[in-house]
């Protein structure tokens, strides 16, 4: 009769004890190796989620909720996620270069970025701080949509008489038109800013196909986009070095440029890597005070030329203000000016979260190749990478003749490194990645091998593939060190975002490893591919890299030029 009882005192009881075993138990530990192996590209099925409208996105990876926000937006790109660092707030706003009371709903990356990356130790100075603050009144005042911006508009609208009319107006513009890849668009923007900076003027942008997909507007309360009734719109894809319009064509056509009458509406720069001679005059201080009388500079140009804008007399003092340390000018006016769109950033938190976020180490690098032969891939490419990343210490060799069965916790936890590979085949990332599966790190370190994409082949202007691209960059910002290849933008532009001084892979000739693969770059700043080899006041050629200490020749191209700080010991 009393076991009886006692069962169904148990039987009464189990339920209870069940259900504070599971309120009583909480979470279990986290596990620092899950997922950490798995080193998949976007492509695979797994990692793809195709919307409504057909547009393949990054898989939203699980991630631990915070207080932020997601976006209302009827694509609900974003991901609620846990930012990975804390920040002051004066950090949020990159030491200030970033104006506060933006709506962050708006656009997510603008404070957020800065979460992702390492406490910069350059800090902007407060003179190029307040030029920024000065520029965002004057684009208010003049930008689309203002009183100015239409009494110009009715100028340019007008047929040009020939001659030079003191201008009216108070607000003057220069227009960038979109040309070339990604890469090329985002340093030539900076460039172009930079020069209406120095020139007072207000910036627009030609959108192309896909720039107000991929960027955020980074001026308050107004736009830097050129609307598609813009005056001139039609004659943007006819614009070349023969256009009436080009001041270099005009420049052929008299001995003496103080005698060019230039029309007071526009004149077309034409400033891409195919300019003449007389284009390049555009550097000289003498054709600077002809082009201050027009009021819409119209201008096409693939080139980061900010180089050879400290070698002009007129510039050179402001820039030394605005940028005491040379190196930082794309460093500062990248973060400044370039916010990826909601869509574009909802790609690069996924991929971070789900692959970067837990390793203790993340190696970026960046293969671009420009072989003859085509895209490759290369078997003394991946030799160079390997030769470059084991001589530099930045991966562990493998041990490829033991391999013991180990504890691999034996001796505490291991170091875990993610490298991030981007490139347009995949077939780099999928050698090293079987290559650290196949044979032990000797370091012990565990080694996650990671890429993004392989779209094959460049499509500028195919939106998904200039999304991806920009997502790419960066990622590959958020590392802590940086290898990237010889001759590319798209390495220049994620080196210069996250303040890195990367291993640069020198270019392979007659498909052989350089000696050395690779080597640490002086500078961040990006290289000037195609600058002027003229002294504008000796009126006769010379080496333009040799004139002041901190413009000098780039070390991935022996022609082209760069801004490098020069520290006295």
Request: overall charge neutral.
């Amino acid at each position: 009769m009393n076991l009886m009882k006692i069962f169904a005192s148990l039987l009464v009881s189990l339920p209870v004890l069940i259900t504070l075993s599971l309120v009583l138990r909480g979470n279990p530990p986290p596990d620092r190796i899950k997922g950490f192996a798995d080193a998949r590209v976007l492509e695979t099925p797994s990692s793809l989620v195709t919307t409504s409208s057909n547009i393949e996105v990054f898989q939203r990876p699980a991630a631990p909720v915070s207080n932020i926000t997601s976006s209302n937006s009827a694509e609900n790109v974003l991901p609620e996620i846990e930012l990975p660092t804390q920040m002051p707030k004066e950090d949020k706003l990159y030491g200030g270069l970033l104006a506060p009371g933006f709506d962050e709903g708006a656009c997510f990356s603008r404070y957020q970025s800065s979460f992702y990356r390492k406490i910069s130790t350059h800090k902007p100075s407060s003179y190029l701080l307040s030029r920024l603050r000065s520029y965002e009144q004057l684009h208010k005042r003049c930008g689309p949509n203002t009183k100015p911006y239409s009494a110009s508009l009715k100028q340019l609208k007008k047929k040009s008489n020939g001659k030079i009319i003191s201008a009216s107006h108070e607000c003057k513009y220069v227009v960038w038109i979109a040309n070339s890849g990604l890469g090329n668009r985002i340093l030539s923007i900076t460039a172009a800013f930079v020069y209406a900076l120095l020139t007072n003027r207000v910036l627009l942008l030609d959108p192309g196909k896909d720039l107000p997909d991929l960027l955020c507007e980074p001026f308050p309360d107004t736009s830097w986009l050129l609307s598609s009734h813009f005056p001139i719109k039609s004659h943007f894809d006819k614009f070349d070095q023969t256009s009436p319009r080009c001041y270099g064509n005009m420049l052929k056509k008299t001995s003496n440029s103080s005698e060019l009458s230039l029309p007071s509406s526009y004149v077309y720069l034409h400033l891409g890597h195919d300019y003449d001679d007389q284009d390049k005059l555009f550097f000289c201080d003498e054709e600077q005070s002809h082009l201050g009388k027009v009021d819409w500079l119209v201008m096409k140009t693939d080139n980061y030329f900010v180089p050879s804008l400290f070698l002009m007399p007129s510039f050179e003092q402001e820039l030394n203000k605005l940028f005491p340390e040379r190196e930082t000018v794309f460093h500062h006016l990248g973060r400044y000016l370039f916010h990826p769109s909601d869509h574009v950033w909802g790609l690069i938190t996924r991929y971070y979260h789900a692959y970067l976020a837990k390793a203790d180490e993340r190696v970026g690098i960046q293969v671009r190749t420009f072989e003859p032969a085509g895209p490759g891939p290369f078997k003394h490419v991946m030799d160079q990478i390997l030769a470059c990343v084991f001589t530099e210490k930045l991966l562990p060799r493998v041990d490829e003749q033991n391999e013991p069965i180990v504890d691999i916790f034996s001796s505490g936890t291991p170091k875990m490194k993610s490298v991030l590979i981007t490139s347009l085949k995949p077939d780099y990332s999928e050698n090293l990645r079987t290559m650290y599966w196949e044979h032990p790190a000797v370091t012990g370190d565990l080694i996650g091998v990671f890429q993004p994409s392989h779209e094959g082949e460049q499509r500028t202007d195919n939106k998904l593939h200039d999304r991806k691209a920009l997502a790419e960059m960066f990622l590959l910002s958020f590392s802590d060190v940086l290898v990237t290849s010889a001759w590319s933008t798209f390495g220049y532009v994620a080196q210069g975002l996250g303040g890195l001084k990367p291993w640069i892979l020198f270019k392979p000739e007659n498909q052989t490893v350089p000696n050395p693969p690779c080597r640490r770059l002086q500078s961040m700043e990006p290289c000037f591919h195609a600058p002027p080899l003229w002294d504008c006041k000796e009126k006769r050629g010379t080496d333009t890299g040799a004139i002041l200490p901190h413009v000098r020749h780039c070390e991935d191209i022996s022609w082209g030029l760069q801004l490098i700080d020069i520290h006295e010991s």
